[in-house]
């Protein structure tokens, strides 16, 4: 009996041993300050005048919707926005040239394999903003001297 006890108090010992603290893996991650507010759909007059990657993501694509309304959407699904060649396509849901949740993002890269994506989330981006927060060479000057 004296050696199942002392097992025991062994092996929980060992096992508080490998506990982690839950603080110590924690990473703060900053909210991307160029996410804007989120949007129920993007309507498009003809077509889609442009897209980009975001930070080699490939679960978010930022679709232009004319020179100056830029919207980043968030995809589930097996597509790469990143290896995009020349053309992306969008399949909706409803007979119109808009685009909500739940509708299909296909990259050309992704053609072959019948694979899309589906947006979950559309929010209004704003690049300037990234560009904002960083110093410029002047200030950078300045703040050595």
Known sequence: MKKILVSTLVSAFFLMGCQTNPDTNKQETKPDIRIGEEVNQICFARSINGWEAVDKRNDVIVLNKNVKDKYILSLAGICDPQWAMSRIGTVSRGNSSC????????????????????????????????VEQQPTQAVMKTAED
């Open 99 to 130: 685009l909500s949740r739940g509708d299909k993002i296909i990259t050309d890269n992704n053609i072959n394999r019948n694979a899309s994506c589906t947006i979950m989330k559309i929010n209004k981006w704003h690049p300037e903003k990234h």
